[in-house]
Nanobody, 122 residues
Framework: QVQLVESGGGLVQAGGSLRLSCEASGMFFRINVMGWYRQAQGKQRELVAAIPSSGNPNYADSVKGRFTISRDSAKNTVYLQMSTLKPEDTAVYYC????????????????WGKGTLVTVSS
């Protein structure tokens, strides 16, 4: 199994910044892509950013130029640096990782963290 624990959420003024962290733990052979999703009140969960093991990230259009995703494979940790935050960024942010936990398994399975709340005040 893989456990994901997010941290770094909180309350911030518009225009400010936060850095989210997500550390994976447990027993696994390999972690493939890691990413961040968010779910605002009354809306569906959406992809914010993802970064595969190759290190080539992709972003939602709404956060391009403001958010940066990075990864420390040695620490099994993914980060989301959020700058120039807007009230529209207010949401619960979830970490997701695709991991291979058994050799006979091709590809991997998705695992989710419990989320961390980011609130941006105007």
């Amino acid at each position: 199994q893989v456990q994901l624990v997010e941290s770094g959420g909180g309350l911030v003024q518009a225009g400010g910044s936060l850095r989210l962290s997500c550390e994976a733990s447990g027993m696994f052979f390999r972690i493939n892509v890691m990413g961040w999703y968010r779910q605002a009140q009354g809306k569906q969960r959406e992809l914010v950013a993802a970064i595969p093991s190759s290190g080539n990230p992709n972003y939602a259009d709404s956060v391009k130029g403001r958010f940066t995703i990075s990864r420390d494979s040695a620490k099994n940790t993914v980060y989301l640096q959020m700058s120039t935050l807007k009230p529209e960024d207010t949401a619960v942010y979830y970490c997701k990782a695709n991991a291979v936990v058994s050799i006979p398994v091709s590809g991997g399975m998705d695992y989710w963290g419990k989320g961390t709340l980011v609130t941006v005040s105007s």
